[in-house]
Nanobody
């Protein structure tokens, strides 16, 4: 079955960096667009970043643009989220997700993503 397993979360000080990884199995990874979402306590799940099948195109939420970078390695079936200059408001559970849609659109709405990981906690201290 399809599995997405996130790793790399933890506690980091404001201004620091963290790199999240999401290893995929049970699917043809290169045929899926991939995304990262996050959910803070008491808040709705929100879009963070998405990447095309080849990795050429990316899309970011305004709140992370210029600080976070999404990338992928199709040979390793892995998508990454490099988080730099983190802020306390970045504290959340981070989820990776897979979208099999055949359009070129990098979706920002969670309902378009069929598969989800279990999430990894990121906590930014001030």
């Amino acid at each position: 079955q399809v599995q997405l397993v996130e790793s790399g979360g933890g506690l980091v000080q404001a201004g620091g960096s963290l790199r999240l990884s999401c290893a995929a199995s049970g699917l043809t990874f290169s045929t899926f667009k991939m995304g990262w979402f996050r959910q803070a306590p008491g808040k709705e799940r929100e879009f963070v970043a998405a990447i095309s099948r080849t990795g050429v195109r990316t899309n970011y939420a305004d709140s992370v643009k210029g600080r976070f970078t999404i990338s992928r390695d199709n040979a390793k079936n892995t998508v990454y989220l490099q988080m730099n200059s983190v802020k306390p408001e970045d504290t959340a559970v981070y989820y990776c997700a897979a979208d099999s849609g055949h359009t070129l659109v990098l979706e920002t709405t969670w309902k378009f993503y069929e598969y989800w990981g279990q999430g990894t906690q990121v906590t930014v201290s001030s």
